[in-house]
């Protein structure tokens, strides 16, 4: 669906209303909603891992040993072998998904220059894997965390990181009316009427605050 399309359908919905106020709103105010819906929606397929309707705005990025960061607090410093990337960086990052890295392992077992998925846990299971002393725990899949806007990856005692590929979502091309019209979101078609429907509602709770601030 093109974006004159999506408009037209947000017109329409909102006249079956009976608000003469929502039905007057400028195309400015539409495409506001529609944006605005679009992103809600977004983050509503990432909440509900459905990753499948999420692949046009799908990227990957791989950060090389050289560029990792060693310097974001506790969960990387005084970590062996802890490694983080810093997420804000990469090219147009909206929403992080999942990550894997390329290593080496001395032992248990011996492999060189592997491709594994990183394996997410929570900030309080650290310690489990950290290695302390003369305790080293085996894992073959380093285990990441997201600590604000770092994505921290924590080998075993066994193992060095070469690089990390983050998985991520995109920010979307912004919805815009185009002459001659050719503009559309990046989600899958099947998606677009639920933006529509989204933006509808967003325009009711906007009319609705703003009935409550006249009276």
Do not use: C, W
């Not at 894997?129 to 005692?157: C, M, Q, R, S």
């Not at 990181?161 to 912004?174: D, M, N, R």
């Not at 677009?192 to 609705?208: C, F, G, P, Y």
């Amino acid at each position: 669906m093109l974006t004159v399309n999506m408009y037209n359908n947000f017109l329409l919905k909102v006249k079956t209303l009976d608000r003469t106020d929502i039905a007057s709103t400028g195309s400015h105010d539409v495409l506001f909603y529609l944006n605005q819906a679009q992103d809600i929606l977004i983050d509503k397929l990432v909440q509900e891992r459905k990753f499948e309707y999420l692949r046009p705005l799908t990227l990957s990025q791989t950060v090389a040993h050289a560029a990792f960061v060693t310097t974001t607090g506790t969960y990387v410093t005084g970590i062996s072998g802890a490694a983080a990337i810093d997420l804000s960086a990469l090219t147009t990052f909206r929403n992080y998904l999942h990550s894997q890295s390329v290593l080496t392992r001395t032992a248990a077992p011996a492999a060189t220059s592997v491709s594994v998925m990183n394996k997410a846990i929570e900030k309080e299971e650290i310690f489990r894997y950290e290695t302390n002393g003369t305790n080293k725990p085996i894992f073959t899949n380093p285990k990441e965390i997201v600590e604000g806007k770092y994505l921290i990856v924590l080998p075993d005692a066994y193992t060095t990181l070469a690089s990390i590929t983050a998985i991520y979502v995109k920010t979307p091309t912004a919805l815009i009316l185009t002459t001659p019209a050719s503009d559309t979101s990046d989600l899958p078609p099947f998606l677009h009427q639920d933006i529509v429907d989204i933006a509808v509602k967003l325009s009711q709770e906007t009319v609705n605050i703003n009935d409550i601030k006249k009276n």
